[in-house]
């Protein structure tokens, strides 16, 4: 019994230090363009982290997004930036907001102007039939899929 409780307290510790992680990596990511495109100075630049760093960590859930939290972090940026900054602040929507709930998930606004990762070398086009799949698409997986509608076809005339 105390093996198991301890087994769970360290997956707990563990998912949230995974969580922590996250936050942190989001949170330099964002602060990183968030810098360049609105010209920040070092100083304004570290205190950004900090603030992003707290409100990133402080959702878990999607009423989080435009909760306090929210309203706080607008609150210190807005004392943060100058004018000129923070209506450049404001008018961009993936530094304003910069996360969403949408079709049961976060989606995060950065991405979509600065993608993180580079798509897969065996993923073609969009428009490309081969790459509906999103999990493995390597040559091997495209052929197999291929034989496997095949056989489907023949065995449905």
Known sequence: MVFAMATILMFAVSAKAQRLEHAKDEASYITR?????????????????????????????????????????????????????????KNTYYFYRPISWRDHAYVHHIYAKYPKNKKHKYCKHQVDRNCRQQGNNSPEAIRQRQKMCRHVMNGAR
């Open 33 to 89: 363009i968030m810098t360049a495109e609105l010209g920040l100075t070092r100083v304004q630049s570290q205190e950004l982290l900090r603030i992003n760093l707290v409100y990133l960590d402080g959702i878990s859930s999607y009423r989080d997004i435009e909760g306090r939290g929210c309203k706080s972090r607008d609150k210190k940026i807005k004392s943060l930036l100058n004018k000129r900054q923070w209506h450049q602040y």
